[in-house]
């Protein structure tokens, strides 16, 4: 048998910084141990997005992929801990709910916890759902603590992420790649050269003339899509018209005494807006709809919601929601905000950067750049997005408020693929999954629950069971309650482990 020829890929070029572009280098430089050179070329007269503060529990997993110290990397991004999303007016006016990370108590029988609640709503005998999960036991007064790693214990039902500078994460994983060899070259692409035959990008060249050739290129060019869309021209999916907001504003604040363990988003008008406590200052933007309300008045409206004092200008970013129709394109690979944008909504902006890069690894190829490979990552990533969009758009879709955003959301046609989960969930309480779900049944659950989306019926099973259920609730309830008092507050847990020198 003949030895086949070395098709190993030794040069990757990665366009664009800021975390995209550092998550990817950093993740590259850990994986690909020999026999490749990884350049990264970034402008410091770009700046970087900078809305991606805070996270969902994967951040973890990426981290510890990279060997990174959990405390060291709070210290040094000025972190804290996240506990989930707290949903304030989203419903209607006056109306709160929690998204947790973790799980509603623990699995006692063969039918759903939920369901057990549900039948316990129709007697009015019990609080909201909000009260029967670890991670808003927690939350709820200021506390944090790692999970159990005893599986009878409630305090091993929750889950967590974190809240960061997400200009210090990219640095921290700026020196952490370069130590592991990434050559970083300072400058603007001006010109991308392609092969005359096949349309793979062979080079870049930069502002001052430099060229830097390689064989796989990563996008992280941002909106702009340098690679993606100037120069492979793929195209764009435009989900407006579901997600209609089109327009951010961002601004740091002075902290607050109360350094929350969990993100808030509150509804306005014709938006919503989000505030993220981290060490020495509380990140806040509002995500709003150009055709619902002017930037003026968004600007104005969001200033004088502050917790604190501003302790920046305004940042605007415009957008437009979707994908790119490909997200790997021949030999080029778009990674954040180059391969579509999502907003921030539940903090998914980092999590699919993440999801790229660890497509990329799961189907790295090599020089023949196979297209049953490409094909198959974007089909993947096509289903993980549309996930997303879904579940995002049930936050929208699902409202009581009586503003015209609110009316048009209410009464948008959906995609199918969410109009079903919703009428499953209406119908019996039942969750539906589907593939490539990024969030699992509690979070479905607290959002369709959260946005007042109560079952008609049961599930049938419910009539069979003697289960004691409510029994079972109170004892969850008052477990975690325990729990909870015997533990400190964030405040202390990051002061004592990862406190910022802020």
């Known amino acids: 048998m003949d030895t086949p020829p070395d098709r190993m890929i030794r040069s990757i070029v990665i366009v664009g910084g800021g975390a995209a572009g550092w998550m990817t280098a950093a993740a590259l430089s850990r994986t690909l141990q020999r026999d490749c050179t990884i350049t990264l070329v970034e402008s410091d007269d770009i700046g970087i997005v900078g809305v991606g503060e805070a996270t969902i529990p994967p951040i973890r997993l990426f981290n510890e992929m990279l060997g990174i110290d959990e405390a060291q990397f709070i210290r040094e991004t000025h972190g804290s801990f996240k506990l989930g999303i707290q949903f304030v007016d989203w419903l209607r006016p006056g109306h709160t709910y929690f998204h947790p990370f973790g799980t509603y108590g ?131 999916e435009d989900w407006s018209h579901w997600l209609p907001c089109d327009r951010a504003l961002a601004v740091p604040s002075a902290p607050t005494d109360d350094f929350l363990p969990y993100t808030r988003s509150t509804a306005r008008e014709a938006g919503w807006q989000w505030r993220i406590p981290i060490q020495g200052r509380t990140g806040n933007g509002t995500v709003y709809s150009s055709g619902f309300i002017d930037d003026a008045r968004a600007a104005d409206d969001l200033l004088a919601r502050l917790d604190g004092a501003p302790l920046g200008d305004l940042r605007p970013l415009r957008f437009v929601t979707g994908r790119r129709r490909k997200a790997w394109n021949r030999n080029v690979i778009a990674v954040g905000l180059s391969s579509g944008f999502l907003e921030p909504l539940e903090s998914t902006s980092l999590h699919l950067i993440q999801a790229n890069i660890s497509k990329l690894l799961a189907f790295f190829p090599d020089r023949d750049f196979d297209p049953l490979v490409s094909d198959e990552f974007n089909r993947v990533a096509l289903g993980e997005t549309e996930r997303i969009r879904d ?91 325990a729990e909870a008092g015997r533990v400190g507050s964030h405040r202390d847990y990051v002061d004592e482990l990862c406190r910022a020198n802020v």
């Open 391 to 481: 579940f995002l758009i049930l936050h929208y879709h699902l409202n009581q408020r009586d503003e015209p955003l609110w009316r048009y959301c209410a009464n948008m046609p959906i995609p199918d693929s969410l109009r079903d989960r919703i009428a499953h969930f209406r119908r019996y309480g039942r969750l539906i999954a589907a593939d490539m779900d990024l969030f699992g049944g509690p979070s479905w659950l607290a959002v369709q629950i959260g946005q007042g989306n109560l079952p008609e019926r049961l599930d049938p099973a419910i009539a069979y069971r003697e289960v004691d259920g409510a029994a079972w609730l109170a004892r969850f309830k008052a477990a975690m309650a």
């Open 106 to 236: 623990k699995p006692f029988d063969t039918v759903a916890l939920h369901q057990f609640w549900l039948r316990e709503c129709r007697s009015g005998g019990i609080d909201s759902i909000d009260n029967y999960c670890m991670a808003w036991a927690l939350a709820y007064g200021g506390k944090f603590a790692q999970p159990s790693r005893d599986m009878r214990n409630v305090l091993s039902t929750h889950d967590y992420a974190y809240h960061f500078d997400a200009a210090r994460y990219a640095a921290f994983l700026s020196r952490y790649a370069q130590g592991k060899g990434v050559v970083r070259h300072e400058g603007k692409v001006v010109s991308v050269e392609q092969n005359g035959e096949t349309g793979f990008v062979e080079s870049v060249t930069l502002g001052d003339g430099r060229v830097l050739t390689g064989e796989l290129f990563i996008d992280c060019s941002g909106f702009r899509g340098v690679l993606i869309e100037g120069a492979l021209h793929t195209g764009y």
